[in-house]
């Protein structure tokens, strides 16, 4: 029989879709039931060429025609609405090996970024490869990459990739050296470095006073790197680099630098909301001076939180790292600086009472304050009278008593003050920092001002906060306050698309701050309107809960050994000897128990110790399954990938599920009844997770292998749950490869009780006789350990 093949849209994998006709057919020359993979022989009908070779793995097509993707037809070259005869091949060598690589550069680039992604996804999305195929492979649901298969063994006309089957990428073909590639411009759109966010701590503040007024200026202008990560990557101390975030997988690296300038002027982009401009673009990018420091984590790169917020960019997000060498401009033209705050927003649309907040660990701030490190909320006030009255404190002699006395038209002075400011604690902290005398800054044609602001006087100062009411502050008592400015240099030297940069250079005399060509900066000074600048909200760490696994004394060895089994799972070294010596990959960790029992407490402990570790960093997340527990399963199902996605973007990282069987019990705990719909849905869901982080693992271990040996914080994802008990979840869940690490933890005794109460007590700097905390631990039997 002769069928049409018709490309369709939608279809993300490489399988064909068959009308029912030809289904039938195709079982009709068999005994059996079909296969749940086939291969099928397409060939035109009297032609002697070869034919292409698909798959078919169950999909039906809504046709009369084979329906497949269009992307694949045209990596196979199989023309659309051409008829076909088909034949079933059966009997299909099984590869143990086949060796790929991405087929152009940006594949190469997006496969960097997403290797994770793209290794599970291989043995999903195609099953059928020839050498010489090429094939595309969908991540994220949008995002292609097209592969070049180059080899295959056995060497046999076509394979098939079974699970075993070792995939490996062959080695790239170009430079990686970031000040060797350059483009047209002059600057690197080559090989790129690409490293992981950490935490920012009080190195990235200089203190500085000016008028009676106390800053702590951000080290905006700079950014830290481990010396072992800046010599495999040939990066030097002071060299100029670009910041670029890791972009959303559907748009290429090589066109950010034209998107950022689109966006720029794009009404889309910037919104006006009562005079103050909104900027939610998904793109920015900062050039920085990289300064060596060995107290930052291999393979990582630190910035103050401010400006990880201006780009975008959470906390163990990943970046690029682009030399720049393109001519420094001497030429300032107008200079803006406007105010400004940040808007956080969610980094994910799941259920907001799913992620465990840690709300009884938090330090409460004001609103108008934000912690140097964490989870901060806001940045900078709404209230943009606080900028107004700080400028007008530099602006006069003394700073002003009350809000009224300022004048709006006198602020130019304290302009000047506060950017000289900026300026100046720049240059102090390069010195500082790279051991040599800096005569100049370098700017972009956007750049973050962050401020920690203090005012000393002998008496009070009148601010207005940032929920509007007017406030009285002592200074011996006051906190400081946050504000930031976007220091612009004229949007026109923004048309051509590519990175500006501009030097300044400084009179040593008096500190003055003058354009190379006598022109002198503050002269083309101007206030810009407000700007509220939309980025991405952290999670809340586990770093600020108060118990950490040497607390734990009483659980005896538990911690250390869970530690010990997560260690496995996160670190590339591990993974690479698993695989090495072809062993199956170790499960992930199930702690269980009665109510009480410490549970929670060792998950969060663990979790804090692998988030603190200096080789890790992990990523945590830690989802409270019972605040899911009353939603519907496909929105379990969705808030319980947004936090798998966020993982994976965040890499190595730590999920922990707590009370994972309120959201999926097993059927022995309901007398013999058959578990819901939903409940098998999900735990499918959850298996199926299991399986493919078992796949990801051997799969990157096999790729790249000697990269990954050089490589630090790349790495995959570790999960560990609680439940009341062994029985309470499915077998399936609890089985080898899944969480098969079994911790049993007992209902605290009275020993026991005494050792969380005696922990509690000193925590809170308390004293309390031995004698009284035994007697009361002796008498709180049944009750939950951590309520007492």
């Not at 006309?157 to 080695?171: I, K, R, S, Y």
């Not at 399986?691 to 995959?716: H, Y």
Request: contains cysteine; negative net charge.
């Amino acid at each position: 029989m002769e069928f049409e093949v018709r490309h369709v849209a939608g279809i993300e994998d490489c399988f064909v879709s068959l009308p029912l006709l030809l289904i039938q057919t195709l079982q009709s020359t068999r005994s059996s039931l079909l296969p749940p993979l086939l291969t099928l022989e397409l060939r035109l009908p009297r032609a002697s060429d070869d034919p292409w070779i698909v798959a078919w793995s169950g999909a039906t097509s809504s046709s009369t025609a084979i329906e497949v993707s269009h992307q694949f037809a045209e990596c196979i070259s199989l023309p659309n609405h051409t008829t076909v005869q088909v034949r079933a091949v059966s009997n299909l060598a099984k590869a143990t090996l086949v060796t790929m690589e991405p087929d152009t550069e940006d594949d190469w680039e997006i496969l960097e970024l997403n290797s994770e992604h793209a290794e599970a996804a291989i043995l999903k999305q195609v099953r059928i490869v020839y050498e010489g195929m090429r094939f595309p492979l969908w991540l994220h649901g949008r995002t292609i990459i097209t592969f070049h298969v180059i080899s295959t063994f056995p060497k046999k006309a076509v394979v098939q990739l079974v699970p075993g089957t070792e995939v490996a990428v062959a080695p790239k073909r170009r430079k990686k050296n970031l000040n060797n590639i350059e483009s047209s411009t002059g600057e690197s759109h080559g090989a790129k470095a690409l490293l992981r966010l950490q935490d920012s701590d009080r190195r990235l503040f200089h203190k500085s006073n000016v008028k009676g007024v106390e800053l702590g200026v951000a080290l905006t202008s700079v950014a830290f790197i481990h010396q072992e990560t800046a010599k495999r990557l040939s990066l030097e101390s002071l060299q100029l680099v670009v910041i670029v975030p890791r972009l959303s997988a559907k748009e290429s690296v090589k066109n950010l630098e034209n998107d950022a300038s689109r966006m720029k002027g794009s009404l889309t982009s910037k919104e006006v909301n009562s005079g103050i401009s909104i900027d939610n673009k998904e793109f920015r990018q900062v050039i920085v001076r990289l300064l060596i420091s060995d107290s930052v984590a291999k393979g990582h790169l630190m910035v103050t939180r401010s400006l990880r917020l201006y780009l975008r960019a959470g906390l163990h997000s990943w970046v690029y790292l682009k030399g720049y060498n393109a001519a420094l401009k001497k030429e300032i033209p107008v200079l803006s600086l406007s105010p400004c705050h940040f808007k956080l927003v969610a980094n994910d649309k799941a259920i907001a009472n799913g992620l465990e907040m840690l709300d009884g660990h938090k330090t409460h701030r004001s609103q108008n304050l934000l912690p140097i490190s964490g989870s901060g909320t806001s940045l900078g006030v709404v209230n943009w009278s606080i900028h107004e009255n700080v400028v007008a404190a530099l602006s006069s002699e003394f700073p002003c008593q009350e809000a009224e006395d300022c004048n709006h038209q006198d602020n130019k002075k304290g302009l000047e003050c506060l950017l000289q400011a900026w300026f100046l604690a720049q240059l102090d902290a390069i010195a500082s920092n790279a051991g040599t005398e800096v005569s100049t800054l370098i700017l972009g044609s956007e750049s973050l001002l962050h401020f920690q602001v203090t005012i000393h006087d002998s008496g009070t100062y009148g601010l207005v906060s940032s929920n509007g009411f007017s406030e009285k502050r002592n200074k011996t008592k006051d906190l400081p306050i946050e504000i930031s400015y976007i220091l612009t240099i004229s949007e026109e030297t923004l048309h051509s698309g590519q990175v500006n940069a501009y030097e300044l250079s400084f009179d040593d005399g008096n500190k003055r701050v003058d354009v190379q060509g006598g022109v002198e900066l503050f002269g083309k000074l101007t206030l810009g309107n407000p700007v509220s600048l939309c980025s991405v909200k952290d999670r809340t760490s586990v770093k600020g809960f108060s118990t950490d696994v040497s607390s734990l004394s009483w659980m005896g060895a538990t911690a250390s050994d869970v530690i010990s089994r997560l260690m496995v799972l996160l670190a590339p070294s591990s993974g690479i000897w698993f695989s090495t010596y072809n062993l199956p990959f170790p499960g992930h960790v199930l702690i269980y128990g009665p109510a009480g029992s410490g549970k929670t407490l060792l998950a969060r402990a663990v979790a804090k110790s692998l988030e603190e570790h200096e080789d890790l960093l992990a990523h945590v997340i830690f989802i409270s399954c019972s605040g899911l527990s009353l939603e519907k399963a496909p929105t379990i199902r969705q808030a319980l990938s947004s936090f798998i996605s966020e993982a994976l973007d965040h890499a190595p990282s730590v999920v922990v599920f707590d009370d994972l069987d309120s959201i999926i019990q097993s059927s022995s705990d309901s007398e013999g009844s058959q578990p819901s719909t939903s409940v098998v849905a999900l735990t499918k869901f959850l298996t199926d997770i299991m399986d493919e982080f078992g796949l990801a693992n051997r799969l990157s271990c096999n790729i790249e292998q000697e990269k990954r040996k050089s490589s630090c914080g790349i790495g995959p994802v570790a999960f560990i749950a609680s439940v009341q008990s062994l029985e309470s979840i499915p077998q399936s869940l609890s089985s080898s490869g899944r969480f098969d690490f079994h911790v049993q933890l007992p209902a605290p005794a009275a020993s026991e009780r005494g050792a969380i109460l005696k922990h509690e007590i000193q925590r809170r700097s308390l004293q309390c006789h031995d004698d009284i905390i035994m007697d009361v631990a002796s008498k709180c039997d049944g009750y939950d350990a951590y309520d007492l």
